[in-house]
């Protein structure tokens, strides 16, 4: 238990601690500097209010009129100070929570962005829903990290004052709390610790796989409706929510029995603070008033120290959270420190080089389930395009992806002209959500290019009459629904002659084209300066490149002329 403890305190910091030492670090500091003391001011207040709640009732009981407005009046003007200062209180704290997740979000964004991750950490076993742990898991950590940060210090104070008062008034009470608190956490974290954390941990992946099958639904919504699919995907999720079901059940079951624990841990206070000073009162040792300032004493002490009793439920959810964005940092980490021992070796990448060129690749699958080719040495000089030829499933995307640094599975050495200077084209074009401007500039929006040019752009690419149909060129529609298969492909030509790269690799980027119009888009390409690399199943595209790669799936391979090369796929 105790390691377990102490690896999720680690945990918790290396999460949180960022934050405190980075470019905001003076703005947090202060705001929780200014939180401190607002704590602070609340526990004096409850400690004075305390104060004349017993003076006032002694007053009533000794029917002193003086004495009991009087009281009153310090009351009422110790809650013109308190008011405010709670309310403020809230506001700093989550002002603090939210800044602190903008910040975090943007750090896990940025890993999440940078080296591919959100590619290669697709679909990875050991890292279910990605995008919860960024928008809720981070979201869930700063604010819980504060509340409970807070309320620690808070107990301390609350501990440190209110102990004082009921030393004062008996020490049997104080021995008492002591023995009671103890017990009552080392009961709580035994018993309830470990089972509600793993609970807690499975509901968040099982809500987040409900929702996403949810998601999944809308995405594919065409394809679902085509296949008649709606039984299969309506069983599937329900047995999403199945699972969350219950588990939330187990989770209900164990809260019930942590709360019977806590309900009679507290309510029994109700009744031991006067029983234990009531001799004392009832013999005229102690006012009235005083049994119930120990009474508020002993609660306030009590609820100091019974902070983890109090909050165990949502310390448990917190801390399964802590576990899953710790997870998540060391996948972005990179492979290492995620300790994922991969069997095969890395393909080498050089980037900036003059030409792409191949040294002696051999290329697996990304688990090393399966060698795609074996020893490939190959050059593509510039204007000399290759065109990558083999039946279905023998690995032609797959060499593409390891050409672009996609996939690196494997052992050779791969050189590459600068990321810039390449464009891919997938089969299935990527239609971002935005204006038909955006899709033509995709991916890079900075461009500045004139209306003219880009409407001219479309006629390249034989949509002459896309943008008016569409609205114009900053109209948004979900283009992937209103755009044709073929439609999407032209416009992803578009954004190709656009940018004019050196190398263009195209994987079965026109397969949903005529002949006619595939042609043409050749055509275009061909009169400027993109080398192709191509792969596709139509023996009309040789004309477009000087060389032939052909793969038989078991790792073996041999380059031809495209001249004169006779296509048998
Ligand atoms: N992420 C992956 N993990 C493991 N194996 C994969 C993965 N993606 C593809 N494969 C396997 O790698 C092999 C090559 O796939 P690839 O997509 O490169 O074939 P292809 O030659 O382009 O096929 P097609 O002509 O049908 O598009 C296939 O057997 C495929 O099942």
């Not at 690749?361 to 040495?377: I, K």
């Not at 060129?473 to 755009?483: G, I, N, P, V």
Request: charged share 20%; with cysteine; glycine share 8%.
């Amino acid at each position: 238990m105790k390691s377990v403890n102490r690896q999720l305190w680690q945990r918790f910091l290396d999460i949180a601690a960022p934050y405190w030492c980075s470019e905001e670090r003076w703005s947090a500091w202060g705001r929780l500097a200014l939180l401190l003391l607002l704590l602070l001011g609340q526990t004096a207040f409850a400690v004075l209010l305390n104060e004349q709640t017993g003076e006032f009732t002694s007053a009533l009981a000794a029917r002193d009129e003086h004495r009991f407005w009087q009281a009153i009046l310090l009351c009422l003007g110790l809650l013109v100070g308190a008011v405010p200062t709670y309310a403020c209180y809230y506001w700093v704290r989550d002002t603090l929570g939210n800044h602190w997740r903008r910040w975090l979000t943007q750090r896990f964004l940025l890993r999440y962005f940078g080296d591919r991750h959100y590619y290669s950490l697709n679909g990875l076993a050991a890292l279910d829903n990605p995008d919860q742990r960024i928008a809720e898991d981070i979201n869930t950590f700063t604010q819980r990290s504060l509340f409970f940060l807070l309320i620690l210090i808070g107990a301390t104070m609350q501990l440190t004052a209110f102990s004082q008062v009921l030393w004062g008034i008996s020490h049997t009470l104080v021995y008492f709390l002591v023995v009671y608190a103890i017990s009552g956490t080392v009961i709580t974290l035994r018993v309830y610790g470990k089972p509600l954390t793993g609970l807690n941990f499975r509901q968040l992946k099982r809500e987040a796989d409900l929702r996403y099958s949810l998601v999944r639904v809308r995405e594919k919504a065409e394809s679902i409706a085509l296949y008649r699919g709606e039984q299969q995907e309506l069983q599937q999720i329900r047995h999403r929510f199945g699972l969350a079901y219950d588990n939330f059940r187990q989770l209900i079951r164990g809260q019930f029995f942590l709360n019977l624990f806590q309900y009679g841990y507290s309510m029994l206070t109700l009744v031991l603070p006067s029983m234990l000073i009531a001799e004392r009162v009832l013999s005229g040792e102690l006012e009235v008033g005083m049994a119930v300032r120990a009474a508020g004493a002993f609660t306030a002490v009590l609820s100091a120290v019974s902070v983890v009793i109090d909050n165990f439920e949502s310390l448990s959810r917190f801390a399964a959270g802590i576990e899953r964005l710790d997870v998540f940092s060391h996948q972005l980490d990179g492979p290492a420190a995620a300790g994922d021992k991969r069997a095969a070796g890395r393909i080498e990448s050089i980037e900036g080089a003059p030409q792409l060129a191949l040294e002696r690749v051999t290329l697996q699958t990304p688990g090393a389930e399966r060698v795609l080719v074996r020893e490939l040495s190959l050059a593509v000089e510039p204007g000399q395009g290759l065109m990558v030829v083999g039946a279905s499933g023998c690995g032609k995307s797959s060499l593409l992806r390891a050409i672009v640094g996609l996939w690196d599975s494997g052992s050779g050495k791969i050189l590459r002209p600068h990321p810039d200077e390449i464009m891919f084209l997938p089969q299935q074009p990527y239609m971002l959500l935005g204006s038909l401007r955006s899709q033509l500039l995709y991916p890079r929006q900075e461009r500045q290019v004139g209306d003219q040019e880009l409407l001219a752009l479309l006629e390249r690419v034989n949509l002459p009459d896309l943008a008016e149909r569409s609205g114009g060129l900053d109209a948004e529609l979900d283009w992937e629904k209103t755009l044709s298969m073929g439609e999407q492909q032209r416009l992803a030509f578009a954004r190709l002659l656009l940018t004019q790269p050196r190398y263009a690799i195209l994987d079965e980027a026109t397969s949903a084209l005529d002949l006619a119009n595939e042609r043409w888009l050749y055509q275009q390409l061909m009169d400027g300066q993109t080398t192709l690399i191509s792969v596709g199943h139509r023996s009309t595209l040789l004309t477009y490149h000087s060389q032939v790669l052909e793969l038989d799936g078991n790792g073996g391979w041999q380059t031809h002329l495209a001249q004169g090369y006779r296509f048998e796929h």
